[in-house]
């Protein structure tokens, strides 16, 4: 069984979300088909056949969940330092062709945002920047062509 790194407070928000999954959206949904049950017919009952298949789909995503979380590595990115980007590090990084700078978080999958600046320890860009120092460069294959950065900063906080 692969481990899917994850922070401890990014498996804290997918815990969050279970939890909420298994107990308020459970409920909303069984009491959904409760009501749509005693408006009659099932044959002919479009709101029944909506209830059952939200929660068809919330089961499908808890059983997603559950999985995932099995798989979980937490790793506590409080107690991460040293001078090479590693997961959970922040890095600063410098575009070497148009002198643009921009800063990203590496974390899990399960967790990444680009617009919090978050990305996936398997993205291309993580993948040329982990195992580098301050001063490195890298060139990252995207999809507009090979860009090369050069790290400027590493940060664990």
Request: charged share 40%; no cysteine; proline share 3%.
């Amino acid at each position: 069984m692969d481990r899917i790194p994850i922070t401890k407070e990014g498996f804290q928000k997918i815990k969050e979300e279970l939890e909420r999954l298994k107990t308020k959206e459970r409920k909303d949904v069984v009491e959904a088909i409760k009501e749509a049950r005693a408006h009659g017919d099932l044959s002919e009952n479009a709101e029944y056949d909506a209830a059952k298949d939200r929660q068809g789909m919330l089961e499908a995503k808890i059983a997603e969940l559950e999985s995932k979380m099995s798989k979980f590595e937490v790793i506590d990115t409080k107690n991460l330092k040293g001078d090479k980007v590693v997961f959970g590090a922040t890095v600063k990084i410098e575009n070497v062709e148009t002198d643009e700078i921009k800063e990203y978080r590496i974390v899990g999958p399960d967790e990444s945002d680009i617009s919090k600046g978050d990305i996936s320890v398997l993205s291309p860009l993580a993948r040329a920047l982990v195992g580098k120092k301050v001063g490195d460069e890298t060139v990252v294959n995207a999809p507009g062509g090979e860009i090369e950065y050069e790290i400027v900063e590493i940060n664990f906080e």
